[in-house]
């Protein structure tokens, strides 16, 4: 059964006020051990500003990857749970890997896509999430049962209880804000944030 109160084939009408950066930030306030990882660009800076830990995965330049990249560490590491936190960009251009996550069905995946429905990155050009394309719609038919909508704060107690606790996998689609949050960039060396992260997993010894 769908978290999403409206099941239209277009995009529902959605507010779009949520401000990224204090969303982000209290949603992963009940993270607990989960492991994140982040898409390019903003998903990555507004992870870093919630608060840098060695369980964030960070990536510079893969864009579409996180989702991918999430759902093999989620089946190596079936005892965490595992966020993939994404834009809606980045989840288009990678829109495949839901299928294999629903074929694979780690019951330990979350999906969070921070959806402000423009490219923000190249320009705030007009994305494709604010006319037709309804990602929870797409989510469903490529298998994944559990999806949810949120467009107001207050409905972040269900959100995290969805992302952190939910049988999944799950996918959330957050309609968010455009805003000009301060860039916050954590590590670029990406055998340092390798090694970090396999510490954290006891993998590697510091």
């Known amino acids: 059964m769908s978290k999403s109160p409206k099941s239209s ?48 995965l960070y990536s510079w330049g893969g864009m579409g990857l996180a989702v991918p990249t999430a759902l093999g560490l989620a089946m190596a590491q079936p005892s965490r749970r595992v966020l993939a936190l994404t834009g809606d960009g980045e989840i288009m251009m990678g829109i495949g890997s839901l299928g294999v996550a629903a074929d694979q069905a780690p019951r330990n995946l979350a999906i969070l896509v921070l959806d402000n429905e423009r490219f923000s990155e190249t320009g705030r ?18 298998g994944i049962r559990e999806t949810m909508l949120v467009t107001e704060a207050g409905a972040i107690p269900d959100l995290q209880r969805f992302l952190f606790e939910a049988e999944g996998p799950v996918l959330a689609v957050a309609k968010i804000a455009l805003s ?20 954290a997993l006891g993998l590697e010894k510091p």
């Not at 009408?13 to 209290?26: D, G, H, K, M």
């Not at 037709?132 to 469903?140: P, T």
């Not at 000009?180 to 510490?199: M, N, S, T, Y």
């Open 9 to 56: 084939s277009a995009n529902p009408p959605a507010s779009n006020r949520l401000q990224r950066r204090a969303f982000v930030t209290e949603v992963l306030s009940a993270r607990g051990d989960a492991l994140v990882v982040p898409g390019l660009g903003s998903s990555t800076w507004d992870l870093f500003a919630a608060g840098d830990t060695p369980a964030n």
């Open 125 to 142: 050009q007009r994305g494709l999430t604010g006319n037709r394309v309804d990602l929870c719609a797409v989510a469903k038919g490529f």
């Open 180 to 199: 000009e949050d301060p860039w916050r960039l954590p590590e670029k060396d990406g055998a340092a944030i390798g090694r970090r992260f396999k510490i």
